[in-house]
């Protein structure tokens, strides 16, 4: 799956004020890996990520905000989804059932998942049944970069980067 720019800002940007404001997330981007029976067991929403929408869906007393959102593409494509807790005994004894159902989605498939503590406000993402917890927003967006977008158009943008310094003055 091909994500555009956009959906990775409006998620960075939808995070941080969650996590300020300690609203829990589990927010899972689709990849190689279909979680069409996961969709299943939410709402389909079908609509264009947004940093609003995001916020709305996961808003506390919402009668979406305690499942998954899954996205695919640059589309939510359903909220408020049941996902597998994983059951690996060498994860913290701290971490609840949000934590859980991320690492476990990330265990049964390559998606790449994003989840914010309710209880103390701290961004995780869940890769491949890895957990990389206490991110900042910066390191946030540079992980969902380099997982999510596509890699010929990362290419590009580095070669136009590499572009863009040699013409500001090297040589001259």
Known sequence: MVFAAESISATVQACEI????RVGVLLIFERETPLDEYF????????????QLLRNLFFKNSPLH??????????????????PLSDNPHLPSDLGTRHR????????????????????GTISVAIGGMLKRHLSPDMLRKLLENELLDS?????????????????????
Do not use: F, H, P, Y
């Open 66 to 83: 305690d499942g998954a959102v899954i996205v695919r593409g640059g589309r939510v494509a359903a909220a408020g989804c049941v996902m």
């Open 40 to 51: 299943k067991t939410g709402t389909i929403v079908d609509a264009q990520l947004s940093e």
């Open 152 to 172: 010929e158009k990362q290419e590009k943008s580095r070669l136009a980067a590499i572009r863009d310094m040699w013409k500001g003055g090297a040589g001259k």
């Open 101 to 120: 159902a991320g690492v476990g989605t990330s265990e049964v498939s390559d998606a790449v998942v994003v989840i914010v503590s309710e209880e103390n």
């Open 18 to 21: 969650m996590s300020r404001e």
